[in-house]
Antibody, heavy 125, light 107 residues
Framework: QVQLVESGGGVVQPGRSLRLSCAASQFTFSNYAMHWVRQAPGKGLEWVAL????????YYADSVKGRFTISRDNSKNTLHLQMNSLRAEDTAVYYC??????????????????WGQGTTVTVSS | DIQMTQSPSSLSASVGDRVTITCRAS??????LNWYQQKPGKAPKLLIYPASSLQSGVPSRFSGSGSGTDFTLTISSLQPEDFATYYCQQSHSTPFAFGQGTRLEIK
C-alpha cells in the first residue's frame, strides 16, 4: 500500500543541525507535491514546508524560514528536511505527508491524504 | 498570513449524537478548507477536502460545508471510533495554517 516512512529524528543541542528523511513507496512519488507538518508535545498541528512535485517551488512557515530547507530526490523517492540552527521550540514529532492530487500547481492545495508515522525531534542541552 | 480559528476547543458528546465543529478563516479562502481526524499517538487522517468532498474510505456520517470564511464539519451520528481531535486546515495560500483543534470526548 501507499506508504511514507520518516527517519532521522533524535536528540540534538540548540543551535545544531539535523536532517530528516521520508521514504515513499507504492505511488509515483515524482508526480506529487509533499509537505512536512510538525506537532509539539501536547500541542496542535503546525504546517512546516511544502515542495512541488519537481522541486522547483518551495514554501515555508515563518517560524522556520531561513533555518529549514525542504528538498526531494525523485530518483530515490525520498523527501528531506534539513533543519539548521535548531531551537527548543522546534521540539516536535515531524510528519511527512503527500498532497492529494498529482502534478498541479501546489497552491492552492487539496489536502494531505497520506501521512507517515512521524519521527521525533528533541532539541535540548 | 491567514489565521484559522476552530470552535469549540473541546466538546463532550454521546454515541449517536449529531455534532458540529466550526472553523473560521481570517480572510476568504474560497473552498480550500480541509478537515483531519487525529487519534492519540497516530498521524492525522484526511476526512474532507476541499470543504465538502469526502475522502475515500471515510464514513458518510462525516460531512463538510461552507465557503469564504466559515466552514463546518458535521458528524451525523457519533460512533465510538469518532472520539478524537479534529483539525481544519486552509490550503488557499501559504503558509497552510491549521486550526488549533477540537477535542471530541465521550460524555
Amino acid at each position: 500500500q501507499v506508504q511514507l516512512v520518516e527517519s532521522g529524528g533524535g536528540v540534538v543541542q540548540p543551535g545544531r543541525s539535523l536532517r530528516l528523511s521520508c521514504a515513499a513507496s507504492q505511488f509515483t512519488f515524482s508526480n506529487y507535491a509533499m509537505h512536512w507538518v510538525r506537532q509539539a508535545p501536547g500541542k496542535g498541528l503546525e504546517w512546516v514546508a511544502l515542495i512541488s512535485y519537481d522541486g522547483s517551488n518551495k514554501y515555508y512557515a515563518d517560524s522556520v524560514k531561513g533555518r529549514f530547507t525542504i528538498s526531494r530526490d525523485n530518483s530515490k523517492n525520498t523527501l528531506h528536511l534539513q533543519m539548521n540552527s535548531l531551537r527548543a521550540e522546534d521540539t516536535a514529532v515531524y510528519y511527512c505527508a503527500k498532497e492529494k492530487f498529482a502534478m498541479r500547481l501546489v497552491v492552492p492545495g487539496y489536502g494531505m491524504d497520506v501521512w507517515g508515522q512521524g519521527t521525533t525531534v528533541t532539541v535540548s542541552s | 498570513d491567514i489565521q484559522m480559528t476552530q470552535s469549540p476547543s473541546s466538546l463532550s458528546a454521546s454515541v449517536g449524537d449529531r455534532v458540529t465543529i466550526t472553523c473560521r478563516a481570517s480572510q476568504s479562502i474560497s473552498s480550500y478548507l480541509n478537515w483531519y481526524q487525529q487519534k492519540p499517538g497516530k498521524a492525522p487522517k484526511l476526512l474532507i477536502y476541499p470543504a465538502s468532498s469526502l475522502q475515500s474510505g471515510v464514513p458518510s456520517r462525516f460531512s463538510g460545508s461552507g465557503s469564504g470564511t466559515d466552514f463546518t464539519l458535521t458528524i451525523s451520528s457519533l460512533q465510538p471510533e469518532d472520539f478524537a481531535t479534529y483539525y481544519c486546515q486552509q490550503s488557499h495560500s501559504t503558509p497552510f495554517a491549521f486550526g488549533q483543534g477540537t477535542r471530541l470526548e465521550i460524555k
